[in-house]
């Protein structure tokens, strides 16, 4: 198919040139086709690329008008072509700053235009790859590693772009090219064979893409996975169990990519210098270390046991070196002993002890060997959990938060140092990483409860594993509470004495905070890179003091804020507040805030927006009157501004302060400081009702929404335990612009007051809790069921 598409793009392009440049040129020119068309592999909405070929540079000019027509009769065709003008000197002159243009030339064919001109191209460029083969294998070796890195290095992502990821389309062409430059002189052409029928399953996924979208689009969607699964070959079949083959054949790919990189990095002259010194001395009887890759000295003898294959691991745990292709190979056909030949613990204790054991991990599972020594991992291995938080696989975000721990290690410096430090007060890191390895096992067995499924099976595997029965109960505590203090950051008031309790009650002992805190960090960063903001990061900070302050509060005695010495007027602007106000505020801010009412007294209102801790801060003091919350969150709403928490209370004046903190997604506060100005004065209007909010909401432009079939459903849920004296709603949904700005509305209208609202959001799901009472006290059961509805309307839900 893709050949003919090619053969009729051909004859269109022969037939526009003929048409728009032969008669109007008078000297000998040629049309190349490079790149995929010139492979004649012409996807339903590829670019069709093309050289123009000129015998020399004073020709140029006079090609700037018919090819400007030539192009234009072509758009109008329907093609997506992109040309450039070269000339053979051009062509054949090594530009280090455009390997992309002797990439595409290595599938140059000619199209239209004078054959003379066109051989003498093909004679120059053969002598010029021939002598710059090295090189170009560098150059291109090195860019395939870049764009890997780009995508974390591995295949498993849940929306995977199936032209660039690792194990993509684009590995397919760098073996392709290799196989050219090299002219079969290694390994690619072997595997070119071998990855035929990932070729083809590849290659009619993105036609499906194309035809599917009208468009270029690479990117296997949650809801084009659905569509896949259901109509290309050996359909229908369950979505996540169609992903499981596309996984098994971009692995396949990407190991294929893996070697011929492995080839032509040890054809750099460089690089085998400088692997020719320390690295090689590490070698043993059972291995050797040859050019930054493992090779087996003895295979039978590392194949004897399994204590000794996972020796070789082990290995590369410690010092963050990779298996040879050959070396992989040759353990991947040891599933058998791995299976039958228990490992005593001490082996395994001494691997997660390593400070690379991602890279361990990740060898044994391109081997196939980690799911026949792991029991249960085969479960979760290429397992998709349809979620638009998370970005992998649960297997790959598994070892992914095990790097970050690995990562972690050396990072002195830097947002996350306090975690660093704290990973130097840890004694047992094998314990905590195994535990990450098992946290999410029993999303394969009982994704209806995964924690429970997860305890289960990691009860067996540590049980198969050998480990020591106090070592398991650390374990087992670290996975069964490993969603604690995400919930605490994302649902709890840090300030409210009954949360520091309730971390109490679920966590006994300092040690025990001290993993979980690690866990949960490695957990979050694991989801997606941008996942562990400065902001979470900061919260999962400030839960894991709250937590050791409580647990430690036998040895410290409570710090009480004093106002004794505050001069009257400081005094009286005070006056009202929660005594919580004086505990979570310094005396520079509560002084900030008293010049702000100061500011109120003169002008009616005062608002004031600044940078804090990484996001923004709006402080405004203001009379108080109902309703005064939604206003705010519906102005900042109609910004595109992302709140992240807020903090409303009220003095004995009548006057209230609103803490709210944010984050500016499109950065139109940091790139036009102007901005902030301009959001004062907006809130400011607001506020003095000189602009109604429904009317700034009008203006904001519709935010995307998830796949279809992937809507969230809305929760409400109330808790009168979770305060002292606050009821707190936990409200769950599909975000939308203006949706905290339409709860709090409803809230208000019910006749409550917020006095504190926590407010998270992941992608397009809203978390958010809100602390409100009513005349004073908490909720009855009437009110929240009347008040439930409500929210459960404005969401849709109803």
Known sequence: MMTGRAESVDRLVRETAARYLQPKLDFPFAVVAVGGYGRRELFPHSDIDLIILAPDESRTSALQEPLGEFLRELWDGGLRASQSVRTIAECTRLQERNIELHISLLDARQVFGDAELYTELSKTLAEFYRRHENRLLQELAALTRQRHAKFHDTVYHLEPNVKEVPGGIRDIHLLHWFFQLTQDRGPVGEDLAAIAPAREFLFAVRSFLHELTGRDNNLLTFEWQDRAAASLPDAPMDPADWMRVYYRHARQ??????????????????????????????????????????????????????????????????????????ARRRLAGETKIMEEQAIPWTAWQQFFSQPKVAMGLRQMQETGLLARAIPHWSSIECLVVRDFYHRYTVDEHSIVAIETIDTLTAKKDGPSSRFHDLLLEEDDIATLR???????????????????GSLEAASDVMEHLGVPEAKRAGVLFLIEHHLDLSLVMNGRDLEDPATARYLSSRIPTQEDLRRLALLTFADISAVNPTAMSPWRLEQLWRVYATGLEQLTRELMADRIHST???????????????????????????????????????????????????????????????????????????????ILKAEASSNRSGCILDLIRFDDPMHTLELNPDEVGRLEWTIECVLRDAIEVSDLLKQRRAAGRPSSGAGIAASVRFNNDASDTCTLLDFIGEDRPGLLYDLTSAIAASGCNIELVLVDTEAHKAIDVFYVTRQGGKLDRESQDHLAGELKRLSGAM
């Open 253 to 326: 790919v990407f190991q294929a990519s893996q070697r011929a990189l492995e080839f032509a990095e040890l054809k750099d002259p460089s690089l085998m210098r400088q692997f020719r010194h320390w690295r090689e001395r590490l070698s043993s009887a059972e291995f050797t270390v040859s050019h930054d890759r493992i090779l087996l000295r003895n295979p039978a003898l590392v194949a004897s046991s399994a204590e000794s294959i996972l020796g070789v691991f082990t290995f590369a745990a410690r010092h963050g070196i990779p298996l040879s292709w050959d």
């Open 564 to 642: 004794d010495g505050l001069r009257p007027e400081l005094m009286e602007f005070l006056e009202g507040f929660p005594t919580r106000y004086l505990r979570t505020h310094t005396r520079e801010q509560i002084e900030e805030h008293f010049a702000l009412d100061r500011k109120r007294a003169q002008h009616g209102v005062a608002v004031k927006i600044r940078r804090d801790s990484g996001v923004f801060l709006l402080i405004v003091v203001a009379p108080d009157k109902p309703g005064i919350f939604a206003k705010l969150c519906g102005a900042l709403a109609s910004r595109g501004m992302n």
């Open 434 to 452: 195994l535990a990450l390895l098992l946290h999410d096992i029993g999303k394969g067995t009982l994704p209806g409860d995964h924690v429970r």
